[in-house]
DNA sequence: CAAAAAAATTGACGCTCATCAAGAAAAGTC
DNA sequence: GACTTTTCTTGATGAGCGTCAATTTTTTTG
């Protein structure tokens, strides 16, 4: 872990600021620190897609980590004063080789990322937004809740819509849907309660 | 390689058998020897969405494999007569550990199969059938072809639209669209004559 | 090669959802 | 607390695409 640290070094970025941009190209991996950041694609047509948010201890970058010729496809921005740490690729590879665990780690974490990632497009291919929306609430019910939790929601609800490939005006009449079906009640600060999740979970036509 | 070899089981699967399936609990990792092998999802409306194709020196089962209380969340069918080579999670460990540079390999790949997960998830997401379709044609264009190649497609046409998230009718309609217009040419056997890869490009409106 | 099964095509119709516009609410800033 | 900016909401409209149904074509099988 010292000798980790030793080679890593650490950059502050504010809100606005990228880690890097689509098509530039590294070969850093990147940990958050502190802060927030938004992982989001743009179609040619300049439509968003937001892959991922980034909160403390998650990384990016393995993509051009690992593979060397590689450019990002993707935009890194930190949403509020972020601290990130950065490992070259060099010396991520003397780590991985010196200890192997490390690699099974990473492994089991990229399979999960994968795993998500397939789940994602499964959902925006074959289910309707508002089945979308509510197994987006669902997953992102704290497990010791029991069945009538309330939630935050993680992210913006323009950020939501980008999130499940649709539009911040659907997003919206979605939740009103969903809240004058009595399913859910919107509580100010980005705060959802969730009346029973049983009967959400039911209710994706 | 000689000791991975002993480790390994070499299994035969006919056409229609599964090499596993969704929520069934395996840790193996399976790489593909001979034949074809399609890895798919069903919603709970049970309709399913193509994640992707094995084919020789493919392999699958990294989410079980890697995360020791998980299941399958897909399934895998042969679909054709299929040898398949099959390490048990404990074995996969050890030579993970023996041989760093094996993670290396192991984690580049992850990393372009989550890309490229990503990427499918953000076409799914933001663009038009007719745009994704014409994507997935300049995708499955050999390099070395030049502008005018003639491609044969890697799988049926309703699995095209399986991987696409849209319907055989659809994919069926958009062909004859990109054909009028005089695009493209569909000829016998699943071959496709692109007329100028440029300009089918630039039709994505 | 004939019969059966699977895949692809075509048409008609309607629903979901994107788009554009405009106003309200919330969040960030001095 | 007033001002600005961003986010959210609501309405009207229509395009894109899914669905259902029927036929044709291709592939598979004995």
Known sequence: MDRIAGKAHTNHYQKGE???????????L?????????IYRLSDSGKEQL???LNPGDFTGEWTLFNPDAVHEE???ATRDTSVCMIQQHDVQEFLKEYPA??????????QRLESSERQ???VAVESVITRLVLFLAENVEPEMGNSPTITLPMAKKDIASYLGTTPETISRKFGELEDEGLIQQLSGKRIKIQDLDDLLLYSE
């Open 51 to 53: 892959v991922r948010i």
């Open 75 to 77: 935009y890194a921005e």
């Open 30 to 38: 990147y940990i958050v620190n502190r802060g927030k950041v938004r």
């Open 121 to 123: 497009t499964a959902q």
């Open 102 to 111: 490390i690699s099974l780690k990473l492994l089991g974490e990229m399979s």
């Open 18 to 28: 990228f880690l890097f941009r689509s098509q530039e190209k590294d070969d850093a």
